[in-house]
């Protein structure tokens, strides 16, 4: 067994890492940590009633490298990379959530805010399994994809060979509401977005330069990402729908099953996917259909588990030499 601690333990993605860790056969959970800790775990969050109970600490990396292997940092972007470079020096493994490690440097400084931990950020591994499964097997350091970038790189991946570049790329994408964390803001705010749905962060969005930087660096060529977020009147879920132009006519269908024949936990359709269908698992449901060189693709996940928890204990078995689906949900939340 692993002894693993989880920093973030009140956030939305803490509890699903919490969730899934309690019922994994090679990790152990000995620290649950947040900003200020907290006297109970369960009075904390109130569904772990009557299954798990601790103290919440207060996070403090040497507690944790006394307490643990491998530490799930489950922070807002910013206070992972404070924290991440500690505990690495301690000789704890580190799957960090945030976008902190995600980027070259110049790209998140451009995006985010000064680097902290410019010591670290190059030798972090971007935790998409089904592009960097090796890579992550060796690294004692995986940052994470954001979750939109994970079901839009999944989709795009396998045709940008076939993608014309002088024309740009539309993906119009839409997330339930626990996308944003537990913090309540007016976009999330009940009133608001309760029977509505709106954009937000149109072409400005910091997932944009994650999507363009991972394409460049798995295909060569420099795409022009047109990336418009929306939000839905949905807890969980989120679904992309990407336009583009290609060079030639192809079998989409037939590209997506060879490409991922290998991958446990993307699934092809031959017809349009939909939220529910992933909600609850770590698969990305993939469509992907060809009219006249025009592509379009459509994929979706749960945004808190295959965009963020779940993906991140995938990225942990591999870290720590398990099987890939070891301990991961594949049974969905339907009807
Ligand atoms: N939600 C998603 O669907 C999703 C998907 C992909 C990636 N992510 C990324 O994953 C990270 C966590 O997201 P989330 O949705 O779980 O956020 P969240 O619900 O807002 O939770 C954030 C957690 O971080 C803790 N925290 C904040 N500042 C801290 C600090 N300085 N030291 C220690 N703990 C601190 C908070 O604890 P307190 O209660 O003490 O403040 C809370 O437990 C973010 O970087 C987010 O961008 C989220």
Redesign the pocket.
């Known amino acids: 067994m692993i002894d693993v601690a989880i920093?973030?333990?009140?956030?939305?993605?803490?509890l699903e890492l919490i969730k899934i860790l309690l019922q994994h056969p090679g990790f152990n959970i000995t620290c649950v940590?947040?900003?200020?800790g907290a006297p109970s775990l369960a009075g904390m969050h109130p569904a772990l009633t009557g299954i798990i109970d601790m103290p919440v600490a207060k996070?403090d990396a040497d507690e944790i490298a006394q307490k643990a292997q491998l530490a799930f940092l489950?922070?807002?972007?910013k206070?992972?990379m404070?924290?991440a470079g500690q505990l690495l020096e301690k000789g704890i493994r580190v799957v960090d959530?945030?976008?902190d490690y995600r980027l070259a440097l110049e790209t998140y400084e451009a995006h985010y805010c000064p680097h902290e931990d410019k010591a670290h950020i190059a030798e972090a591994v971007y935790g998409l399994p089904e592009l960097y499964r090796d890579e992550i097997a060796g690294s004692r350091l995986v940052a994470?994809p954001?979750?939109y970038p994970t079901a839009t790189l999944l989709g795009l991946l396998p045709f940008t060979r076939y993608i014309d570049e002088r024309f740009p790329i539309f993906i119009d994408a839409k997330?339930g509401v626990?996308?944003?964390?537990?913090?309540c803001t007016h976009n999330t705010h009940f009133v608001t977005i309760n029977e509505n749905i709106f954009p937000y962060n149109p072409l400005m969005h910091r997932h944009q330069p994650e999507i363009g930087e991972k394409l460049h660096l798995q295909s060569g060529k420099s795409f022009d990402i047109n990336f418009v977020p929306h939000l839905l009147p949905l807890t969980r879920g989120e679904m992309i729908d990407t336009y583009c132009l290609l060079k030639e006519e192809i079998d989409p269908i037939a590209i997506l099953e060879a490409y991922y024949k290998d991958a446990p936990f993307v699934r092809i359709f031959d017809r349009p996917v939909d939220i529910k269908s992933p909600s609850g698992t770590n698969f990305c449901d993939i469509y992907a259909k060809c009219v006249d060189r025009k592509l379009y693709i459509n994929s979706a996940i749960d945004?808190?588990l295959r965009?963020?928890s779940s993906q991140a204990v995938v990225n942990a078995n591999l870290m720590c030499g398990f099987e890939e689906g070891l301990g991961i949900p594949t049974i969905a939340y339907v009807p």
Not at 7 to 14: D, N
Not at 74 to 77: D, Q, S
Request: glycine fraction near 22%; charge should be positive.
């Open positions: 920093v973030g333990a009140s956030g939305y993605t803490g940590a947040t900003s200020e996070a489950a922070l807002p972007h206070a992972s404070g924290f959530l945030s976008a994470n954001g979750c997330s626990s996308g944003a964390g537990k913090k945004n808190i965009g963020a």
